[in-house]
């Protein structure tokens, strides 16, 4: 109790002589520097949200409009040509003030109309994406004059945010070349009677329900700020009833070959301050915006921390079907999302604690913090019953947990210490378990502590979290992340800023401890407390029979591949990205013997709330490749250039909003409410990407030194499969001459196998390399020829 009384600033007690009041000092400086640090927040928000709201401007060029007015006028010329006598006779001000002031408003309405000119301005050189299509090394001078137009018109020092309000819209591409762009896609997949008839379903959907549909989804562009990202977080995560762990969830990695301390506890209060050093950088949006030619959105990195997902109950839902009303019931999940939050939730042993990170209005040292970690590994208090497992609730399906949720933790003490771990800025896990490449099997460990972070033992992660910072006996440490709030390229930021802070700025001391003094009166960490009755402890080992099923059936493989990386790639004059799809795709023919449909993660940030596109990667170009090179054909390596350029086309496609599925995807939405069949729409959201991969880039390549440090190199993170009978495929390249891959499958499908289809592709990129080598001749004139025949024959 001694931790509640330290929380309580005054006491008072009646007396016959009367009130006897009771004042704790300490107490009350905690709550005032509590509040100091809280009002310093808001006043920087209100400052950056000036500056954002002001952007390409900046708030001191307002002052300069109006010395220029007012200097003007001093020289008795009139600039606004009338505009300001017009004002003087509406102010109800003395006479000598009336020119000052109508000049100072009529500065102010010159400023904002300067403003907003150069806010739209921007967002049309903006819309412009020419660049993304040239020959690499050679630019236009359109391109020349359009990026020297938006260096002018960009200003100077932006805020995280500052581009948001000059980013263009999503825009909606038109009917009939969605149709043509995906029928051209699925002729390779399909034989000629299937082809012909989704032929004419196509057809017959463009000539009639298409155009209904693409005006009611125009419509919603102009209203929107995206007319995808809303309902793709809503229908394709939000409204999924089966487990997040292994089906939505990802994980990354920590480094691949150094643990920079095997202290569990330090290694916890390095990558917890980190963490925290990085959202105050966001809060002050001092993060630089991620640019790519031009700069992209940053509206996912709100919800980074003090986010959660609330299970969703049923509720009903209207909607008008041939002008009658039917209603039906929909669970329907919610983001939560809170502006700040000043502790963790920790999960150790089947026991929950608060860990508060500020203290007397200031951050928590690493050491500080390590010295709370240390507290709760020493903790011998054992977890009350229905405790330990609690969280396979989160892992189960969202429809048992809804439900259980409203049932026994709606009131109480239950509900007081779920807020608790929903309101935390995130959830930490603090694993007994070793893991890492490690050992005398460093390949098998590898996997499983992939594995590990994935999915752990069901019950040891808060899948609904945005995110659970993993920590090992060990020191080793990694990361599960909830998917719906943001894609994996946001949380890769957050992660390569945390691990290179920690081992590079932050440190340890020699004997592997964080650095720094502890303060004497921090207060110990809270355990929470729960009542769960014996009805909700059979849900929640309901719920982990489910969990347990599900991540038992997963296969997976890690593949540093050390052989050659984007250097050697880039020697063939190849996109890396192109030549690892295309690798994939032969990998997958020689281990299935059969193409598939491959799914690519595009992202769409080059428009604001974009989110993610899909690049269909298995193009007839590819497969024609890989049926010459596997025939020992001569003009394979022709081929495989004409392969990778269309994959490149494809991909800048679905980066500028020429991509097939979303557009296909809300066109479909579109129809659910207004209660019309197209058995197009139908097929096409029905097919199975058995092959569904993503590539995890290194965004901040300057925070990692590979010369100095070569050992210090990221593993990436990973996905669960997608099909069942399919594979999911992350990949990262690290520097020039490494790439890591993340494989995964399931073992109830007799056709995969994540080792040998690893074993496949890594065979299959050397092969790559030895076709494309630059000491290998071009195909001749002939064999051009010889191409050009074989492609009428086709």
């Known amino acids: 109790m001694a931790e509640a009384h330290q929380a309580v600033a005054f006491q008072f007690t009646i007396t016959p002589e009367g009130i006897d009041l009771q004042l704790s000092h300490q107490a009350l400086r905690q709550v005032y520097l509590s509040g100091l640090r809280s009002w310093k927040k808001r006043v920087t928000r209100l400052k950056n949200n000036v500056i954002t709201g002001v952007y390409p401007a900046s708030p001191s060029s307002w002052l300069f409009v109006v010395i220029a007015i007012l200097a003007t006028m001093y020289t008795r010329s009139d600039p606004s040509m009338g505009l300001i006598a017009k004002i003087q006779e509406h102010l109800p001000v003395s006479v000598q003030c009336r020119t000052v002031v109508s000049a100072v408003l009529f500065s102010t309405l010159l400023w904002f109309s300067l403003i907003f000119t150069m806010r739209l301005c921007l967002k049309q050189l903006l819309s412009y994406h020419g660049w993304m299509f040239e020959q690499h090394g050679k630019v236009s001078n359109t391109t020349k004059i359009w990026a020297a137009m938006v260096r002018i018109f960009s200003g100077r020092q932006p805020l995280l945010y500052s581009y948001q309000g000059s ?13 043509k762009r995906y029928l051209e896609s699925a002729r390779l997949l399909m034989s000629d009677a299937e082809y012909e008839r989704m032929t004419t379903l196509a057809k017959e959907f463009e000539s009639s329900l298409g155009n209904r549909l693409q005006w009611y989804l125009k419509l919603k562009a102009m209203w929107a700020s995206n007319y995808v990202s809303d309902w793709w977080e809503e229908y394709v995560y939000l409204r999924g009833r089966g487990p997040l762990m292994v089906n939505s969830n990802y994980y990354g990695m920590d480094f691949l070959y150094v643990t920079p301390t095997p202290i569990q506890a330090a290694r916890a209060g390095n990558t917890l301050h980190a963490c925290l050093l990085y959202r105050r950088k966001l809060n002050r949006e001092e993060i630089k915006p991620v640019i790519l030619n031009v700069p992209l959105c940053a509206a996912q990195c709100e919800r980074i921390f003090n986010t959660t997902r609330i299970p969703g109950e049923e509720t009903g839902q209207t909607v008008r079907i041939c002008l009658r009303l039917l209603v039906f019931c929909v669970y329907l999940d919610s983001l939560i999302h809170w502006q700040d939050s000043e502790y963790v939730a920790v999960f150790h042993r089947g026991r929950y604690f608060r860990l508060w990170l500020y203290h007397a209005g200031r951050m928590l040292s690493p050491r500080e913090i390590e010295h709370q970690i240390q507290h709760i590994l020493d903790d011998p208090s054992p977890p009350v019953p229905g405790e330990a497992k609690l969280a396979a609730l989160t892992a189960g399906d969202r429809i048992p947990w809804a439900q259980a949720r ?87 930021h957050v992660w390569e800023y945390v691990m290179t802070t920690d081992c590079f700025q932050l440190g ?91 799914y690519e993660a595009s992202m ?32 394979c390596r022709h081929l495989f250039r004409t392969a990778a350029e269309k994959h490149q086309h494809l991909y800048r496609m679905a980066m500028t909003g020429g991509g097939i599925d979303r557009h296909l995807f809300c066109l479909y939405i579109v129809s659910k409410y207004l209660g019309e069949e197209s058995p197009f729409l139908k097929e096409v959201l029905s097919e199975t990407w058995r092959l569904s991969t993503s590539q995890t880039p290194l965004q901040q390549v300057e925070l990692f030194d590979f010369v100095n440090h070569p050992d210090y190199t990221t593993c990436g993170g990973g996905f669960g499969p997608v099909a069942d009978d399919g594979y999911g495929v992350s990949y990262i390249i690290i520097g020039e001459n490494m790439i890591n891959l993340h494989i995964s499958c399931k073992h109830s499908c007799p056709q995969t196998d994540s080792h040998k289809f690893g074993a496949d592709i890594k065979k299959a990129l050397m092969d790559l390399l030895e076709l494309m080598s630059p000491e290998k001749p071009d195909p001749s004139r002939a064999e051009q020829n010889h191409l050009k025949n074989s492609k009428k024959d086709l």
């Open 167 to 179: 980013l263009p819209n999503l825009p909606v591409p038109a009917v009939k070349d969605t149709v």
């Open 406 to 492: 409203k049932e026994f933790f709606s009131s109480g003490v239950n509900k007081r210490s779920l807020d608790c771990i929903e309101k935390a800025a995130f959830f930490v896990a603090l694993d007994d378990d070793e893991q890492g490449m490690m050992g005398d099997d460093p390949a098998g460990n590898l996997d499983r502590y992939a594995k590990s972070l994935l999915h752990g033992k069901c019950y040891d992660r808060w899948f609904d979290k945005s995110f659970t910072v993993v920590l090992y006996k060990n020191g080793k440490n990694g990361l599960n992340a909830e998917h719906s709030w943001a894609d994996a390229p946001i949380m890769a």
């Open 508 to 598: 340890y001391t020699e004997e592997g401890h964080c650095k720094g003094d502890v303060a004497s009166s921090l207060p110990p960490p809270t355990r929470l407390t729960w009542d769960i009755p014996a009805e909700c402890q059979e849900r929640i080992e309901r719920s982990l029979a489910v969990a347990q099923t599900l991540a038992d059936d997963v296969d997976f493989h890690v593949l540093p591949i050390q052989d050659f990386g984007k250097g050697a790639i880039k020697k063939c004059k190849i996109s890396p990205d192109a030549f690892i799809q295309i690798a994939l795709q032969l990998a997958y023919y020689r281990n299935r013997g059969s193409f598939t449909l491959t």
């Open 604 to 635: 769409t940030r080059l428009f604001r709330e974009g989110r993610t596109e899909t690049v269909r990667s298995c193009t007839s170009e590819s497969c024609t490749f890989v049926r010459a090179l596997e025939g020992g054909e001569e003009v």
